[in-house]
């Protein structure tokens, strides 16, 4: 199913090896996960063909894609992409 897009932050490509991105916090809240213990949140970060009104030409958006669950035996797991 194709969600909506939760875009939390913009930046620049500064070169071909280095982007500069600000996120908004506020939007991660509700996306925030647990592994082990630790607490992440997946994004994806996308460099636009043109730059927007702010000369903006990189998007940062939420990966909201849940894969789904496999029975392994006592209890279910999750692909994670780590």
Not at 5 to 34: A, F, H, M, Q
Not at 71 to 78: L, M, N, S
Request: proline residues 5%; contains cysteine.
């Amino acid at each position: 199913m194709n969600e909506k897009k939760v875009y939390c932050g913009s930046g620049k490509k500064r070169s071909d090896t280095w982007l500069s991105i600000t996120i908004n916090p506020d939007k991660l809240k509700e996306y925030i996960e647990e592994f082990n213990g630790s607490k992440f949140v997946k994004l994806n970060i996308n460099i636009k063909n043109e730059p927007d009104q702010f000369g903006k030409d990189v998007s940062v958006s939420i990966d909201t894609f849940k894969p789904e669950k496999k029975e392994t035996g006592k209890k279910y797991e999750t692909d994670l992409p780590f």
